[in-house]
């Protein structure tokens, strides 16, 4: 069973916002989309962009590089040049908290 640990409150993320976090030294960004938190990989694969510096419009998140975009409820890389998926992770929300799966 995976091993969920506190990441933010949040209160930190508002409705259409991001957040940067880590977890292990992994960078992981926050998005919240539609009432609903999702996790990714922070690092853009296309290359070494923060995804936390970037924007997300309803589920769309954009890299603030190159403007590569990607579903930020899966990952799926939606807009060149981004063409590899960002690596997702679980996400719970409990007591005002947020909590990403470690990754295993
Ligand atoms: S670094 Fe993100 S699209 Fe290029």
Excluded at 32 to 40: F, I, N, Q, R, S
Excluded at 57 to 75: I, K, N, Q
Aim: with cysteine; net charge negative.
């Amino acid at each position: 069973m995976a091993d969920f640990v506190r990441v933010a409150s949040l209160g930190e993320l508002p409705v259409g916002g991001l957040l940067g976090v880590e977890l292990d030294g992994q960078k992981i960004v926050l998005a919240h989309v539609d009432g609903a938190v999702y996790a990714l990989e922070g690092i853009c694969s296309h290359q070494e962009a923060l995804l936390a510096e970037g924007s997300l419009y309803e589920e769309c998140l954009m890299c603030p590089v190159h403007g590569g975009e990607f579903d930020a409820r899966t990952g799926e890389a939606i807009t060149l040049p981004a063409m590899d998926p960002l690596r997702r992770f679980e996400v719970r929300v409990e007591d005002g908290d947020i909590l990403v799966a470690r990754p295993g």
